[in-house]
């Protein structure tokens, strides 16, 4: 006679392995943006600060190409989180963590959540309350599930906020039309524009 116990025991032995979770996104908003003098003058500072921090480290490299604008840019594991050069651009430092065991905010072992447990303290030394941390992984005390911004804010602070401006500024800075008399009434009116 089969024990009733038996048969179910015996197919939990060959259970397979529950499938591994999906990577995770996580990091660190800015928020408020930097808009001040004070704020760029802190923001230059930080820069100084993750320079010093990672001048021998090969992973973290500077690019003054990097998306159009430059930056400090770190490969690790096929993700590439960056700090823009420009203060007023910086929304998000974040990457996809491809560990299962990965814990928000702890240091890893040179891996993405050690990059970004290590810049999110430096910002939190210059920045404050202003760093949100983040993670699609829980919704805790002190933590958000996604970000303070989507990623539409994020790409359009990077690529069109201040390319915006210097436009406007371009065209406040004009030189207005300069008309310039003939001598004689029978020549027609010029209009010259600088170039």
Known sequence: MKSPLLTPLRSLSHT?????PAD?????????????????????????????????DPGVREDPDYEGIGGIVFDVRGEHPWIPYDGRRFRRFSATLHSPTSTPGVRGAGGADDYLARVEGIARHYFGHRVHSWSEACETAGWRKH?????????????????????????????????????????????????
């Open 24 to 56: 995770i996104e996580e990091g660190f908003d800015l928020s408020p943006p930097l808009t001040t003098p004070n704020d760029l003058e802190r923001y230059s500072a930080f820069l100084h600060h993750l320079r010093k921090e990672y001048k021998d």
């Open 147 to 195: 970000g303070v911004y989507n990623w539409m804010e994020v790409r359009h602070a990077v690529l069109h906020v201040f390319k915006e401006d210097e436009e406007r500024s371009k065209h406040d800075n004009k030189a207005p039309e300069m008309a310039v008399d003939a001598p004689k009434a029978a020549q027609p009116r010029v209009v010259v524009r600088p170039a």
């Open 16 to 20: 397979p392995a529950p499938p591994t």
